[in-house]
């Protein structure tokens, strides 16, 4: 059974840096692209950045600058580095991955349970 498993989160002051971590476990044929999404109390959940199993990586515009994604193939796991934490920045942050199983011959599209996030003074 594929599942993510995020780590991480917490509270934070404005200003602050988190790094949250996700890992991917299972019988794991492949993975795709690796991304973070997160929500907000009240808010639909957003994309924050992507990065591929190339190394290549995408962020929202509300990211840029600020958060750092990276990934090890090796241990299947991406990570997001989080500098210059906001009040608005407080979420629950989930992890994204377009996995392989080895039991399956195509991908799905998998989700972690989420870590909270809250930037507070």
């Known amino acids: 059974q594929v599942q993510l498993v995020e780590s991480g989160g917490g509270l934070v002051q404005p200003g602050g840096s988190l790094r949250l971590s996700c890992a991917a476990s299972?019988?794991?044929?492949?993975?795709?692209?690796m991304a973070w999404y997160r929500q907000a109390p009240g808010k639909q959940r957003e994309f924050v950045a992507v990065?591929?199993?190339?190394?290549?990586?995408v962020y929202a515009d509300s990211a840029k600058g600020r958060f750092t994604i990276s990934r090890d193939n090796a241990k299947n796991t991406v990570s997001l580095q989080m500098n210059s934490l906001k009040p608005e920045d407080t979420a629950v942050y989930y992890c994204?991955?377009?996995?392989?199983?080895?039991?399956?011959?195509?991908?799905?599209?998998?989700w972690g349970r989420g870590t909270q996030v809250a930037v507070s003074s």
């Open positions: 994204n991955a377009w996995i392989r199983p080895m039991s399956q011959s195509r991908g799905n599209d998998y």
């Open positions: 299972g019988s794991i044929f492949s993975i795709n692209d």
């Open positions: 990065i591929t199993n190339g190394g290549t990586s």
